[in-house]
């Protein structure tokens, strides 16, 4: 049985590995005593959002002027990040935040300036932004955030400054460059925040695992695209190195090296960490298929259309008949595709069960980082403050 926090529900796992696709709530007496409190207001996200927009914007500020010293021409890029950047839920800066709250009474780095820190974890941002752009481009996504994608953005640029040559390279390009310099920013930031120097030599091992696994898994992707790393296995490896560990564990490990926290801590953000990254990815795969264009940002269709190998597809095609199989080789990936032939596709995705079994899966794997969280030897609030960032970020609609 989890230990009880306020203002938090309890979740159980479920008692068999199918079937109950919801959360159960723990005990009668236990339920009667529950506040509601919301996920925002348990990991005080408004305060931690606002900080960390803050910092960026007050970063990007500089580096808007110092580009626009180099060039003018230069001030596109700058915009660019910015506007990757400072979309998002923040919830990477969220999990690091607390996970330096939950430690910083057992280690040196527990008398941080928590200013300083709030900046320390923005850099997240940066990494992120660098992912997200460069995904974009491997996918030929067309759409982010309800806007275009950074590299049709770029190839639109181009054909309105009826520039030579050919718009979509230049826009490829342009784009590769925005994500690289978003990742170079990514380190400035942090080298600049203000933590301590022993803080930051304490952080830069978990943030240089950090940034290879994401770029790994960039590469993994790729592989899995052209046919390597098949089945459940391969997708679920993808997810685990390209979303899931850089969203999660390493966040908390940030914010526990930068509080100089002990092992045992750190084996307790693994544990929490690994199981909710996956859920986070796997919600994440469900709303590229199922989600509402008007709150997700991005057509239902595009990751149909880009041929996301996820784990999704993976449990359809393993479970599909013959002809459902025919189905998802025609369809899945292609961009001649229309409305009705991907409603095909995503009723396929149903009627196989794969999508209830991605359900089931998300529920265990929330449930086993939250027993974690609950047994974690971390402060009270920031054990109310991570269970509340689990139900955020696995139950979100966007």
Known sequence: ???????????????????????????????????????????D??????AVAGSLTD????QRATLAGMDPSLVPVVDEVCAVAEGGKKLRPSFAYWGWRGAR??????????????RAVAA??????????????????????????????????????????????????????????????SDEMLRCSGISEAALGRA????????????????????????????????????????????????????????????????????????????????????????DPEVTGKSADDDLREGKQTLLVALAEEAADDAGRRLLHQLLGNPDAGADEFEALRELLVSTGARDRVEERITRRTALAREAIAEAPIADDARAALDALAVAATSRTA
Request: charged share 20%.
């Open 204 to 291: 830069r091992a978990v943030w240089d695992t950090m940034r290879t696994e994401v770029t790994a898994g960039q590469y993994l992707d790729l592989l899995r695209a052209a046919g390597g790393l098949p089945g459940p296995d391969g997708a679920l490896t993808v997810a685990r190195y390209k979303s899931a560990g850089y969203t999660v564990q390493r966040p908390l490990q940030l914010g526990v090296a930068i509080a100089g926290a002990g092992p045992a801590v750190v084996e307790a953000c693994a544990a929490i960490g690994l199981p909710l990254g996956e859920a986070f990815q796997l919600r994440d795969d469900l709303l590229g298929v199922f989600g």
């Open 59 to 62: 970063f990007l500020d500089q």
């Open 105 to 118: 009474g057992q280690g040196p780095g527990g008398g941080e300036d928590e200013d300083a820190v709030l």
């Open 124 to 185: 997240l941002e940066f990494v992120h932004a660098s992912a997200l752009v460069h995904d974009d481009v491997m996918d030929a996504a067309g759409t982010r955030r309800g806007r275009p994608t950074t590299h049709i953005g770029f190839a639109d640029r181009h054909t309105t400054h009826n520039f030579s040559g050919d718009q979509d390279l230049f826009g490829v390009g342009a784009a590769i460059l925005v994500g690289d310099l978003a990742l170079v920013w």
């Open 45 to 50: 996200l408004d305060r931690i959002r606002a």
């Open 1 to 43: 049985m989890q230990r009880s926090t306020p203002g938090v529900l309890l979740v159980q796992p479920c008692p068999t590995g199918l079937g109950d696709t919801g959360p159960m709530i723990a005990g009668a007496q236990e339920r009667e005593s529950v506040r509601p409190v919301s996920p925002v207001a348990a990991a």
